[in-house]
């Protein structure tokens, strides 16, 4: 009679002692339903770490692609500077007032023949 009740009107006919265990169940399922939605914001949350990661990683690359460049180029002005240094290694280096002198002498000329040539353009 009961069980012809509970299928008649789809209820659940509880005692005391079956009543705990069901009301356990029932905490145990939405428990589970709000981890499984909770996991699924993790998932999203992880997501989104990822494509900011990757982004990270393609800045890192780029920076070591632009170092990369410089020390190539600080390795050929290295070369450039040995170059010279080779083809001046037989000139007779000048020192003390000499030196200052003739160079002021050299930039005064230089200066010189910059002003001369804005003047013109004016």
């Known amino acids: 009679m009961a069980s012809d009740m509970q299928t008649k009107h789809r209820v659940m ?26 996991s699924s914001e993790v998932w999203q949350v992880l997501g989104a770490a990822k494509a900011e ?3 990270y990683g393609q800045v890192w690359e780029k920076l070591g692609k632009q170092l990369d ?5 600080v390795d050929e002005a290295g070369k450039r500077t040995r170059a010279v240094t080779r083809k001046l290694r037989d000139v007779e280096m000048l ?12 930039l005064g000329e230089d200066e010189d023949q910059e002003l001369g040539s804005s003047v013109a353009a004016e």
Request: charged share 25%; proline share 4%; hydrophobic share 40%.
């Open 13 to 38: 006919i509880q005692g005391p002692t079956t009543l705990a265990a069901l009301l356990s169940s029932l905490q145990m399922g939405f428990r589970t339903l709000a981890i499984e939605k909770r």
């Open 53 to 55: 990661f990757t982004k």
């Open 95 to 106: 020192e003390g007032p000499e030196a200052s002198d003739l160079i002021d002498l050299v």
């Open 69 to 73: 460049t410089a020390r190539r180029t």
